[in-house]
């Protein structure tokens, strides 16, 4: 059975997640990672509509409207759960309280620079809260396949306007592992399904091999 690309990336990224950290998921793909929270760690997750303690989708029937998360899904509240408004709670984004936001994105290049906000000429609704998530988070990790529609992601250059001119602290895709550094991208996990060779292929920005290359 063939390995669903998205819920691949959801669950490595999962994995760099600790104990008691206070963690951001961007809307689409990094809502995923919530499923794949390694048995025995405890986070909380915050979304920027305002609320802490934000938990999974609620059955049919107990959705509550009042109830959801940045992107306008239901949501439901753990114990203990805290609500607020938007200003205390880009405050909190702003103010570098957040230990780790996960988005999703359109590309990244070789300095570790993100665009994952809008496509010109596209109709968008507004930035969202990707570029305060991006320069305030303590770790930002980007999840996103590694190609669209055949095209690399990975890029020498962005050419979608930026999020921000903070590096990213990680990429994950289906094929990939990457840590952006002052000396490039360091490629340090490839998929089990895949080969160096294939990765290297589908990435158009210039790749340095760890030493220590690892499957996943």
Not at 9 to 28: P, S
Not at 75 to 88: E, I, Q, R
Request: hydrophobic residues 45%.
């Amino acid at each position: 059975m063939p390995v669903d690309p998205k819920e691949k990336i959801a669950k490595r990224v999962a994995q760099e997640l600790k104990e008691g950290d206070l963690v951001n998921l961007g809307i689409g793909l990094p809502t995923l990672v919530a499923n794949y929270i390694p048995k025995g760690v405890h986070v909380f997750f915050q979304s920027e509509n305002g609320i802490i303690g934000m938990g999974p989708e609620p059955e049919e029937g107990f959705e509550n409207k009042d109830l959801t998360n940045a992107g306008a899904g239901f949501v439901t509240a753990l114990p203990g759960a805290m609500t607020f408004d938007s200003a205390f709670s880009f405050a909190m984004i702003r103010g570098g309280h957040l230990d780790v936001t996960v988005l999703g994105g359109l590309q990244v290049d070789e300095e570790g620079h993100l665009a994952n906000w809008m496509i010109p000429g596209k109709m968008i609704p507004g930035m969202g809260g990707a570029m305060d998530l991006v320069t305030g988070a303590k770790r930002v990790i980007v999840a996103m396949t590694h190609t669209a529609k055949g095209e690399p992601k990975i890029l020498k250059k962005c050419t979608l306007p930026l999020t921000s001119i903070r590096r990213v602290d990680l990429v994950v895709t289906e094929l990939a592992v990457i840590r952006p550094t002052d000396e490039g991208l360091v490629l340090e996990e490839i998929a089990e399904e895949t080969t160096l060779e294939e990765v290297i292929k589908l990435t158009e920005a210039k790749l340095i091999v760890s030493e220590n290359l690892r499957r996943f």
